[in-house]
């Protein structure tokens, strides 16, 4: 006996220790705890199975008598020391001396949560009870199933229970104590068919048949069954047992004589002295049964939980980073606080506008859009470029009527050259702006986007950086436009190196020639005098055409690297380093400093429920952790 009590102080009750310490940090709110939800339907018998493990009397009456979760943790003490006893409910906790107050201060508790004796809640009222007659057990009572709604009950009331009861039982971590009177058809009973809508195989269901002394006479093999798993199969199988009656109630039965009267009846009956000799009945037994399987379930779970937790924390963590860090609550710390703000977006907006990395988390695709967007103005160029050859034979075709002056055939006349470079790049000038305001928005929108992030929770300085960055991009598309403008008149002077453009024209000609010879290949050339003639002026017009279309190509090529460099110099570098002038600046008018730090309540209120939940996960998982060092310690004790 000694050896059995050892190892259950060393396996059993630590295992319910851990759990329950973790349900007294509020991890269900995050995540479901290994439980013993009890079930059953109205007047089933479920208060006395209560009270018979707990040792106290729980509220019981007509009509609905439980009416918010109640968490029974009981814990067995040493002979001799006092009964404690504990109630624990929203933001109230009170010590209980006496056993007798139990059942009153619960109906208070349940008052005070509800508001009338009518409804019912999901807020859970939590009651320790440490006694040398309790087993180390924690188990979950719900209201019990009603179908009808009686005085001024919410007619909904029996789906409010059920919705509640499946809020429980629907967990995978919960076990399901189903109570059934022995008395009615458990086929028919709605608690039953509740669980197997959520359990189907059983795997996670116990039954237990309560009022065995009302079976009727004939029936009683039916219960014996029953309890052997013959009939309605669950994995854990069932329980059953004889707890005090309201008529013992009245006599003042103690549960201690209701225990010994219990095992009388079982040991004395013709029919349920098997059940008893397999140690399928009585209180005691359920007692031992009921550690036995929680115990089981919280070790089969432990590892899913510790992934859980570890799994709640990152996203948790993830999200109080999303939050951003409050303000402080000391004067100069609250400055040196907006002052480190400032300064960290301002230095992600240069980032930003660098193409670097940002030290915040905000991820910006700007220079991919930029990339496409320089990478579509270099195309526009090349269109524009194709176009031109395609006009060029049309145009020079026209080149004898329009433009030669005094000069002979085969001299080529440099205005028309100049009038259709100077046409075409004029073309491409609306083009340019165009593009400038468009890459101008995109820059804009994304350092609103980083303001947004930099400075969540704080409506005031997100405001006022949107306006210094909508002030600032404005003055430098301007001033961007401005020096487009220019180069566009500059590009009217046509002008390029000499070197550049004899090698422009040389490689054409050269290109040219290839393909007259590929063209040329297995022909025979016929001229006359009158086709001399045409000839000489088609190579004037050809030679006009190499000339245009090699200074086209140096223009191109200096308009599609010169806008985007305009661009990402006003509109990103300088607008990056007059932003963060700007934001520093505001910190000089020290009235502005408070309104600044004003931080959005709905953020704050976020911010410290993360807080507060990441705060009981690390101590949940600190707890978990010991817990496991304990125990391979204790297994590694054992192999020696």
Request: neutral net charge; aromatic residues 6%.
């Amino acid at each position: 006996m000694n050896t059995l009590n050892q190892q259950y102080e060393e396996k059993v009750r630590p295992c319910i220790d851990l759990i329950d310490s973790l349900r007294s940090l509020g991890v269900e709110k995050d995540l479901a705890l290994p439980a013993i939800a009890v079930i059953g339907d109205q007047s089933s018998g479920k208060s006395s199975v209560l009270e018979a493990l707990s040792g106290v009397a729980l509220p019981r009456g007509s009509g609905i008598v439980t009416r918010c979760p109640l968490e029974l943790k009981m814990k067995r003490n040493k002979e001799g020391e006092k009964w404690f006893g504990k109630i624990s409910y929203q933001d109230y906790n009170e010590e209980i001396n006496n056993p007798a107050d139990v059942e009153e201060k619960i109906r208070e508790a349940q008052v005070k949560i509800t508001g009338d004796d009518l409804g019912i809640s999901d807020d859970p009222i939590s009651l320790e009870i440490a006694s040398p007659d309790v087993p180390d057990l924690t188990l979950i009572d719900l209201p019990g199933i009603v179908r009808v709604a009686v005085k001024n009950q919410p007619v909904n009331i029996g789906d409010q229970i059920k919705r509640l009861i499946q809020k429980f039982i629907t967990k995978q971590e919960t076990i399901s104590l189903v109570v059934v009177p022995s008395n009615v058809d458990i086929a028919t009973t709605e608690a039953l068919k509740m669980a197997q809508e959520v359990d189907p195989d059983g795997e996670r269901t116990l039954g237990i048949l309560t009022k065995p002394d009302l079976v009727d006479k004939g029936t009683e093999d039916t219960i014996v069954k029953i309890v052997h798993n013959e009939a309605i199969h669950l994995r854990k199988g069932y329980m059953i047992v004889k707890c005090r009656g309201q008529h013992e109630i009245k006599e003042n039965v103690s549960l201690i004589e209701a225990i010994e009267k219990e095992k009388t009846f079982f040991k004395e009956h013709a029919f349920f002295q098997t059940l008893y000799d397999k140690g399928q009945a009585t209180v005691p037994k359920l007692a031992e049964k009921l550690t036995l399987e929680l115990v089981h379930h919280i070790q089969k779970s432990l590892p899913h939980l510790e992934k859980q937790i570890e799994k709640e924390l990152a996203q948790t963590q993830a999200q109080l980073d999303k939050c951003g860090n409050g303000p402080p609550c000391d004067t100069s710390e609250r400055l040196n606080f907006l002052i480190d703000s400032i300064t960290a977006f301002t230095q992600d907006a240069i980032s930003l506008t660098t193409g670097e990395e940002l030290k915040c988390d905000f991820r910006s695709k700007m220079f991919f859009m930029l990339r496409k967007e320089f990478s579509a103005w270099k195309e526009t160029i090349e269109l524009s470029g194709t176009r031109f050859n395609w006009n060029i034979e049309r145009e020079v075709a026209q080149y004898d009527q329009k433009f030669r002056g005094r000069e002979l055939p085969g001299f080529i006349n440099y205005k028309t050259f100049e009038v259709m470079v100077q046409e075409q790049i004029k073309k491409l000038e609306e083009p340019a702006i165009l593009k400038l305001k468009q890459v101008a928005e995109t820059v804009k929108k994304e350092l609103f986007k980083l303001a947004q992030r930099s400075f969540i929770g704080f409506p005031n300085l997100i405001k006022m950086a949107q306006i210094n960055i909508e002030a600032i991009q404005k003055e430098k598309e301007d001033a961007a436009e401005s020096m487009l403008r220019t180069q566009f008149k500059m590009e009217l002077i046509v002008y390029t190196q000499d070197s550049t453009y004899s090698k422009k024209l040389g490689k054409r000609k050269r290109e040219d020639e290839q393909d007259c010879g590929f063209s040329g290949l297995g022909t025979v050339k016929k001229t006359t005098i009158s086709a001399a003639n045409t000839s000489e002026t088609k190579a004037t017009l050809k030679e006009m055409m190499k000339h245009l279309k090699s200074y086209y190509q140096i223009v191109g090529q200096r308009l599609a690297d010169q806008i985007p460099l305009v661009i990402r110099y006003q509109i990103l570098q300088e607008s990056a380093i007059q932003l963060q002038r700007q934001m520093l600046h505001m910190l000089q008018d020290k009235e502005k400093i408070e309104p600044l730090l004003q931080e959005n309540t709905d953020i704050k209120c976020q911010r410290i429920h993360l807080q507060n939940r990441h705060k009981r996960l690390s101590k949940a998982r600190m707890r978990l952790t010991k817990f496991t060092m304990n125990i391979y310690n204790f297994n590694a004790t054992q192999l020696y």
